[in-house]
């Protein structure tokens, strides 16, 4: 079933390719300092833990915690620092602000194009509208902010 695109989302401008990779980068840089940050109390409530159990608590608390962060970023206001910097925003297809359920399937897909090696991402080579892998999936798209 095709239905129409309404005008907001016609009106948004797509990013281009250049300003959304140089926000992944500076993405990659604040993630990392925040998830150094949520790592800290992992590691003090799992001492005295067998290894294995204390990576696989740490490595599952970390995926929830980026996952309840970034989600609620993008469906509450569209933006991550990053996207603020470069003037980027999430929306859905019709221009609306994501749903925390949208947001959490681009949260996932994103992560699947992270777990191959980028290829997610690289998808947006190929892609008829430039948009990525996870974009995609989830129905939303990066807009000019400005």
Do not use: N
Request: aromatic share 12%; charged share 15%; with cysteine.
């Amino acid at each position: 079933m095709i239905t129409e695109v309404p005008a907001p989302a016609l009106a948004a401008k797509a990013a281009t390719l250049k300003r959304r990779f140089l926000s992944l980068v500076y993405e990659i840089l604040i993630l990392a300092a925040v998830l150094l940050l949520a790592t800290l109390p992992l590691v003090f409530l799992t001492q005295g833990w067998a290894q294995h159990f204390a990576r696989a608590a740490l490595q599952l608390w970390l995926l929830l915690f980026c996952g309840t962060f970034y989600t609620w970023q993008w469906a509450s206001t569209g933006q991550t620092l990053p996207m603020k910097t470069w003037k980027l925003r999430v929306v859905r297809r019709d221009g609306t602000p994501p749903t925390h359920a949208r947001a959490f399937v681009r949260y996932f897909a994103a992560l699947i194009s992270v777990a191959t090696l980028g290829m997610g991402f690289l998808w947006a080579l190929l892609d008829s509208d430039k948009q990525f892998l996870h974009d995609r999936l989830a129905g939303t798209r990066l807009v000019d902010a400005a």
